[in-house]
């Protein structure tokens, strides 16, 4: 098994005052209208990561990469980056948390070649997976005993409402997201080490962009976080609205920090 224990999410680049931010995007692609943001040379990721300071790897979700992989995409960005992956759909859309250990192991493997740079894990659980305490709890122990780092889970069954107290004793954050899949999910729940924001878009979820009203919302409930680091992700990627998304809000949180300065 890779380097996996004991990993915290490492402060945004320039973040002096308050919670860090790990701001970015589900991916990494660059929208080319967005491409006089970062920087002109390298691969994609290296050019991300040169504006950006963290990325959540939905690919993972879909399909297994190499260890080789996480490796080379871990030694292409700067020590204070992370990554958060995506757990695969063979867990938590096929086999639906059960009798998943082969596949967590096989995963964990992997991934743990991204070493101090996997910041957290996600787990996105499909709407028919209601929660079943049994199969959950023992879920959450077999992932537990192989995994000490940040993980965020975003349920979209209502029954997991009744999961805040497993998910407070097991450390695992659950994801504030918007739109929200029920009610209570556009806070953040669960453990309280950490937030992540999971930003789909709306009215039209994965299309539509935020307006600028609720990006300076968003960027006040961040400041006002007393968590010790949040995780904010903009999944609204089918138009290339997330990089303008994020890029809008990193200039907030900045112009906070130079005031603050």
């Known amino acids: ?50 504006r ?102 975003e349920p979209r069954h209502p029954s997991w409402i009744a999961a805040e107290p497993l998910l407070r004793q097991s450390e695992i954050a659950r994801v504030a997201a918007d739109p929200p899949p029920f009610e209570g999910t556009a806070e953040p729940g669960g453990w309280q080490g950490f937030s992540y924001y999971r930003l789909h878009g709306s009215p039209r979820v994965y299309y539509s962009a935020y307006g600028e009203d609720w990006l300076d919302c968003l960027a006040e409930r961040l400041k006002a976080q007393t968590r010790t680091s949040s995780w904010c992700i903009f999944d609204n990627t089918a138009s290339g609205a997330a990089t303008a998304d994020a890029l809008a809000l990193q200039r907030r949180l900045d112009s906070t920090d130079h005031a603050n300065g």
């Open 1 to 50: 098994m890779g380097p996996l224990h004991n990993l915290t999410a490492a402060p945004v680049c320039g973040a002096k005052h308050g919670p860090s931010v790990l701001l970015g995007t589900a991916g990494w692609s660059l929208p080319r209208d967005h491409w006089p943001a970062f920087p002109a040379e390298g691969t994609h990721l290296q050019r991300y990561a040169g």
């Open 52 to 153: 950006l300071p963290a990325v959540e790897i939905n690919s993972s979700f879909y399909r297994p990469h190499r260890p080789a992989t996480y490796a080379k995409w871990a030694g292409s960005v700067p020590v204070g980056f992370r990554f958060c992956v995506k757990l695969p759909k063979q867990i938590t859309h096929e086999r639906r948390l059960i009798d998943c250990d082969d596949l967590l192991e096989q995963f964990l493997y992997a991934c743990g070649h991204l070493g101090e740079k996997l910041g957290c894990l996600l787990v996105q659980l499909p709407p028919s997976l209601d929660y079943e305490p049994k199969s959950a709890g023992a879920f959450i122990d077999s992932l537990r005993s192989r995994f000490k780092g940040p993980v965020a889970i």
